[in-house]
């Protein structure tokens, strides 16, 4: 996936970069670069996974796991 199919697909998703890097357990910083680089391929996985379910399924699973994906304070 390149950086301009990266960020597209933020966009179709809903997603801003921090948002993007919260779902995909990455730093702030590495979600930056994504948009620059492009992701790497698990990252890029994600995020087609995410495009190919149908808009109800992907509105619930955003939802479901919003509040599960910020960083742990241990």
Known sequence: MT???YRAALKALGL??????KLL?????TAQTYAAEGPSGPAAFAIRLLLSMSEADRAKWLT????????SSL
């Open 64 to 71: 479901d796991h919003a509040a599960t994906s910020a960083p």
């Open 16 to 21: 801003t970069q921090v948002g993007a890097g």
């Open 25 to 29: 357990g990455v730093s702030a910083r």
């Open 3 to 5: 950086a301009d199919e």
